[in-house]
């Protein structure tokens, strides 16, 4: 649900509540793909946990799953708040320099 509410609160936000400044669809923030992906990782993860109560066995490859899967997520609200900065910027409402935003880029 997180991955959902920061593009729609960056949205919120870079639109400047109805004051028309321009803001990029939410869907473009995160792609959904990702949301999807993450979100399979995660229930994956999830399952294998709950069965590592019943066979002892499996839960190294179940805490590598859902550290994947957290790590997935972490991934997924770089991405947003990177694609939020470069919106701020290029629309002046944020006081940060082109480098600084360059380096934060994932390439």
């Excluded at 870079?14 to 999807?36: Q, V």
């Excluded at 993860?45 to 590598?64: D, I, S, T, Y």
């Excluded at 708040?81 to 880029?105: H, M, V």
Aim: charged share 10%; hydrophobic share 50%; with cysteine.
């Amino acid at each position: 649900m997180l991955l959902q509410d920061l593009p729609f609160l960056s949205w919120l936000h870079l639109h400047g509540w109805g004051r028309g400044l321009p803001a990029p669809n939410m869907r473009d923030m995160i792609p959904e793909s990702a949301m999807l992906s993450q979100m399979r990782l995660h229930f994956l993860a999830l399952a294998m946990l709950l069965l590592a109560v019943l066979l002892p066995g499996w839960h190294g490859p179940a805490g590598l799953l859902f550290a994947a899967s957290s790590a997935w997520f972490g991934i997924n609200l770089v991405s947003g708040l990177i694609a939020y900065l470069r919106c701020a910027k290029a629309s002046g409402r944020l006081p940060i320099s082109s480098e600084q935003l360059n380096a934060c880029t994932p390439r």
